[in-house]
Every structure is written in C-alpha cells, then in structure tokens.
C-alpha cells in the first residue's frame, strides 16, 4: 500500500510483489497490476523444489538443512522472479516489494527471515528498507497506548539479523505523540519514521494517510532514491476517498455460499462487488447467508437459522452465488438460484454458481430431477456438470484449468456482450475443474437457458444467460480477479445495474454512445 509514492522519473510503476502469505488480491487491486503464481512464495512450493534437488543429487548427498539449503532456495526466487520484467514493463523492476506474512518468532517464519537477513547483507544498506508492522493496543479504562509488544517483536527482529527502519504502526485511534516518542527511544527507530495506520472511514484513505505521514519520503530516502523520484500523484485516491465518503444509499445483496465465516476467501468477490457498486453510487451492503441453511433438512434441525436465511434472501435486491469447491451447501445453492430465477430476482453465479444454475434448470424446468454435477455424483444419470475430460482425476491442483482464457460471444443479443462494450470475445481468468457438459446444451438452449459465451472450441461453456429474466447470468470464470477501483468489472456492474433496476436505461444510453 506505499507503493503508489514510488513512481520513479522513467514514468513507469517499479514494483514487483512477492507476498508470502497474504492476498495477492490487495496489491493486484491497489496498483492495477496482475501477478502470477511466481509472485507467491509458500513454504510448501520452496520445501518442494529443495526435496527435488535433493533426490536429483544436486547437494551431492548431503543433509538437507533449514539453514542453507531452504533459505537459498528462498533467497534464489525472490532474486529471480525481481529480476523477470512484469507485465507490459520492458525491464526489470526498480524496486521489489516483498510481503513476509506471520509473526516474528514463528517458527513457519524463521528460514524466510534467515533468507532476508542473507538478501540485505547482499544487496547493501541503500538497498533495503524494511517496514515492521505491530500492533498498538489499548488496555484499561483510562485507554492506555501499549508499546510492549512492539518493543519486544522490534527486539526479536534485532536478535535474528533484522533492523526495522521504519514501524507501520495499526491502531484503533491515532497514536499520540509520547506514544510515538516512546516507540522511537525503545525501538531506536526515528519519530519521522513512526507511521500511524488507524482505522479510517474507507480503504482509500489509506494512501492518502500514508503520505500525510511522509511515509513516501521516508521510503525513498532509505533506498536513497529521493533525487530521482517525482511527487506522489493522489488526486485519484482523493476522489475514491470523498466519493466513497458521499454515498448514502445501499444495494442490499445476498451472498449464498459455503464458509459465510471465511469471508476472506471470497475477498476479491466482496471488492468486485464495492467497485461496482460505487460506480452505481451506491454502498453495498453483503448479506452472508450459509447455503446449508436454506436447505429443507434445517427447517427442523434449526428452524430459526432456516427462517432467517429465507428472509434475508427475500429481502435482498440481488443474489450471488460464487465459485467454491465440495458439495456442502449445493442444495441451499441450487435453492437460491431457483428462488431469483423464479423471481425475476437479479441472478449472478461464478464458477459453481453457473454450475448450480445449470443442474437447478436441468431439475427444474426439464424435469431431470435427478441431474447432477458428477463432481457431487459419479453415477447421475443425467451429468450436466462434469469433469474437464483433458484433466487426470489423480493430481489435484495440476488438473486444474487456470489462468487468463478466451472467451468468445456467441450473439449480440445478450446483456454480457453489451456490458463488455459489444467485444467480440473477452479474457477473463479461470479456475476450475468441472465444466458443463456440452452434450445437453441443445436441450437447455430449447428450453430457454442460453449459452451466449463459449471458449475458441466452441466445446466449452462460458457464459450463460436466461433472455426471459431482467438478469439471470453465470460465468465460468472469476471475472472479481479484473475489477479495479475505477474499473469495476462489467459483469459485477451489470449485475448491480440490474438490482437497482437502472441497467436498461444503462445499456440504451450505451446504444447511443451517449
Ligand atoms: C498462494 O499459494 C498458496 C499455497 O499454494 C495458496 O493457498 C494461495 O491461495 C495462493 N495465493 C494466491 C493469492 O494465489
Ligand atoms: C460530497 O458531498 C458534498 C456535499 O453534498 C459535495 O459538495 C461534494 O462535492 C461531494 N464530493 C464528492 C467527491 O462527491
Ligand atoms: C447430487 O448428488 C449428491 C450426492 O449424491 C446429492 O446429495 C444431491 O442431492 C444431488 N443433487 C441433486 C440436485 O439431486
């Protein structure tokens, strides 16, 4: 998130991320860029690609140790992938961000810590900056600033090599100044280099925060770059701050799916939905409702819980089904998605949520009651959702379909198309494993379930659409992975067009090219 201030004279953005643990989502949406799985290090992938050595005698049969065979294979890749130009950029980047997730003092941490102690020593002071994150607490009544735990993890960092030349600082309330003062004597890190990250209105105001701070030229200055850096460009981030600030009304929007608790694993699809949203002036507002309790099983196992997911899904102006895997749920799912194409209520499904749109028509409307996707059952007679047949059911992961697919139109007389400014195809990126099975497609289509966006085959199913509903559509691929802050995807803003019964006038004024 400091990165927006390090926009160097050549005019081209210089980072590269490599994150350890956390979302890549976060840094992809706040400096538009995309990054691949290079950009991710885990434990496991370096763990892997040291036992591979091994076995291939590159150690020459010795021990394998933490220390350095792990911290070199750590080493190694963040150096090569800050070295592979990005994408659209001609060369290296000028400046590698690298996120390292965890606590210090984990044991998980330790050879990723080793690894950064090695790369600073290697790369020489001017070339190093390092932000330690910590928490300042607040205990008692009388709400006490607590620099302890800062203290003690700066102390740990000190111990293993590590010397923090700046602390991000998260906080309730803005920190006051003996508190700053206090953190600088113990942690002997400078006042100007203290930053304050408190809890703000909206997301956008983080940036905005930060420079207020200075925190760019604190940045730079370690890196030694402040003569050739220009001034932070922030009136975009201004905007989204007021902007978002300003609204009053709100979408109401139901969220039908697997783990309502873990809502970080659909954070993408939460932030596409605030793009969209915010273009429409309008602040969402998510209501989570745990598919296995639309189900008619919890009616008497929890009547309350089964009362209250049908009246939040009532209420709701839209519902949207994302992608998951496993078959918890498909019932509540298949439900929902029965539900708004019954109603006319606004309909988007990703990933299975096309899946379940598909199998709730198949037994639905053509009566095969008992269609399913043969990921849920192998012996169904009628598999209108099936595995993609190039893949090895064996391998898990490798089998997977991912990455940036073409998808091709297949009328000009479907909302999508026109959402994606009539394109005659679109990439979008995929993930998954199960497709709809092309056999039935005829069959459906007669029946009024169309599929408007297909791969360049023709044999794999895209896009669907139902034409006799205001908006009934699922995409095979994850388009929340595209959505930026001013650039909302347009089938998320299609679909918040829809709920607030403004994407007809939206699309005519498109036809106008007003
Ligand atoms: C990073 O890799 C881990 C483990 O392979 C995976 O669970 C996680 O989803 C990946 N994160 C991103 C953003 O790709
Ligand atoms: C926010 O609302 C105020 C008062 O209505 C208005 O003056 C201002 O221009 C708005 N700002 C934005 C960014 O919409
Ligand atoms: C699909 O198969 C699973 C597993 O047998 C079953 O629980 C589920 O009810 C089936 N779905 C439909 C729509 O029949």
């Known amino acids: 998130m400091l990165v927006p201030c390090l926009l160097l004279n050549t005019g081209k953005f210089l980072f590269l991320m490599i994150a350890v643990d956390l979302d890549l989502g976060n840094y992809e949406r706040f400096l538009d860029i995309t990054l691949t799985r290079e950009n991710n290090i885990t434990a496991g992938k370096i763990y892997q690609s040291v036992l591979e050595k091994e ?3 590159d150690y020459l049969g010795k021990t394998v140790q933490v220390v350095p065979h792990i911290s070199d294979a750590i080493k190694n890749h963040i150096e090569s992938v800050a070295t592979i130009p990005m994408d659209g950029q001609e060369g290296p980047a000028d ?5 390292l997730g965890g606590t210090v003092g984990d044991i998980e941490s330790m050879p990723f810590i080793e690894a950064l102690r090695q790369l600073s020593f290697s790369v020489g002071p001017d070339n190093f900056c390092l932000i330690h994150v910590s928490l300042i607490p607040v205990l008692g009544v009388v709400g006490e600033q607590k620099t302890k735990p800062t203290q003690l993890s700066v102390r740990e960092l000190r111990a293993l090599g590590l010397t923090p030349h700046l602390l991000a600082c998260r906080s309730a309330q803005p920190i006051l100044d003996n508190t700053k003062e206090k953190l600088s004597q113990f942690c002997h890190v400078p006042v100007c280099n203290i930053l304050n990250i408190h809890d703000v209105p909206n997301i956008w105001h983080i940036p905005l925060l930060l420079t207020n701070q200075n925190a760019h030229h604190s940045i730079l200055k370690q890196l030694n770059l402040v003569r050739i850096a220009t001034a932070p460009d922030l009136r975009d981030w201004t905007n989204m701050a007021a902007t978002y600030d300003n609204l009053t009304n709100s979408v109401k929007i139901a969220m039908v799916g697997k783990y309502v608790g873990l809502t970080d694993s ?7 939905l605030l793009h969209a949203c915010v273009a429409c002036s309008l602040k969402p507002s998510i209501d989570w409702i745990a598919a296995t309790d639309l189900e008619d099983e919890s009616s008497k196992l929890k009547p309350e819980a089964h009362a209250a997911a049908w009246e939040t899904l ?5 519902v949207l089904v994302p992608g998951g895997f496993g078959d918890r749920g498909v019932k509540g799912m298949i439900l929902a998605a029965k539900y708004a194409r019954e109603n006319k209520v606004p309909y988007l499904g ?3 949520g096309m899946q379940i749109s598909v199998i709730e028509f198949a037994g639905s409307v053509l009566g095969w009651e008992k269609a399913n996707s043969t990921e849920f059952d192998d012996g169904t007679l009628y598999p209108v959702v099936i595995f993609m047949p190039e893949g090895s059911k064996t391998h898990m992961g490798s089998t997977m379909r991912l990455g940036s697919r073409r998808t091709v139109f297949q009328t000009a007389d479907c909302i999508t198309k026109r959402m ?3 394109s005659e195809y679109v990439d979008e990126r995929h993930r998954h494993r ?15 379930l169309k599929f408007v966006g297909k791969d360049e085959t023709g044999k794999r ?3 669907l659409e139902l034409p006799s509903h205001p908006f009934y559509v699922g995409v095979q691929f994850h388009p929340e992975f595209k959505s930026r802050p001013r650039r909302p995807s347009p089938v998320f803003l299609g679909f918040i067009l829809a709920a607030t019964g403004q994407l007809d006038l939206y699309l005519e004024k498109q036809i106008n090219g007003s």
């Open 55 to 57: 076995r291939r005698g």
């Open 95 to 99: 400046v590698c961000v690298i996120e």
């Open 266 to 272: 659909y954070l993408s699809v939460v932030k596409a």
């Open 314 to 318: 009532r209420k709701a102006s839209c």
């Open 350 to 352: 990703i990933c299975l």
């Open 420 to 422: 994606y400014h009539n």
């Open 434 to 448: 199960y497709e709809v099975n092309s056999e039935f497609i005829e069959t459906f289509e007669e029946a009024g």
């Open 461 to 463: 199913m895209e896009i």
